[in-house]
């Protein structure tokens, strides 16, 4: 049974940074590639960055150039560095393996 927790998430500034965490149960993580997700009150949820298990990386058209996803397969975990946070970045996210397995949410929240 796979688990996925994050952490790191809270609150900051327009223009600060948050680096979140996802750890994850389980024998399969280096094997798989890994998302984050976010969503918004009143929005859909929204794909955010992919890595595969290569290392190979994707990204929503919104966070280019600001986020970068990232894994370390020695300690099960997955990344996300967000870079001069925006307002609109506020939302729930969410990590997610192999597009099966969620976890709990994060809350980011980014005042102006």
């Known amino acids: 049974q796979v688990q996925l927790v994050e952490s790191g998430g809270g609150l900051v500034q327009a223009g600060g940074s948050l680096n979140l965490s996802c750890a994850a149960s389980g024998s399969i993580f280096g094997s798989v590639s890994m998302r984050w997700y976010r969503q918004a009150p009143g929005k859909q949820r929204e794909m955010v960055a992919t890595i595969t298990s290569v290392g190979s990386t994707n990204y929503a058209d919104s966070v280019k150039g600001r986020f970068t996803i990232s894994r370390d397969n020695a300690k099960n975990t997955v990344y996300l560095q967000m870079n001069s946070l925006k307002p609109e970045d506020t939302a729930v996210y969410y990590c997610?393996?192999?597009?099966?397995?969620w976890g709990q949410g994060t809350q980011v929240t980014v005042s102006s």
């Open positions: 997610n393996m192999r597009g099966t397995f």
